[in-house]
């Protein structure tokens, strides 16, 4: 019997809130699984990526740096 060739697929929908109400503004966020409806609220992005990994098990998923060279623009 031939093994079931369908994609694991994990869908996340992440939401970024920005607090301005200082001089110094702070980020907050929520990130949902789509698959399992599961939802958590994030004030450090290592939060929402201990989250996502959960369902995904990549290592090498790291937010963006500033410090890399932006993609060209497409």
């Known amino acids: 019997m ?3 060739s369908t994609p694991l697929i ?7 809130v920005l607090d301005e109400v200082s001089a110094q503004p702070n980020y907050r966020g929520t990130v949902r699984h789509i698959q399992s409806a599961e939802e958590i609220n994030f004030t450090e992005w ?3 990526m201990e989250f996502m990994h959960r369902f995904v ?3 090498e998923l790291q ?5 890399k ?6």
Request: aromatic fraction near 8%; glycine fraction near 0%.
């Open 2 to 4: 031939e093994a079931d």
């Open 10 to 16: 994990s869908s996340f929908i992440i939401r970024f």
């Open 46 to 48: 290592h939060e929402a």
């Open 57 to 59: 098990q990549i290592e």
């Open 63 to 67: 937010p963006p740096s500033s410090t």
């Open 69 to 74: 060279t932006p993609p060209p623009n497409l």
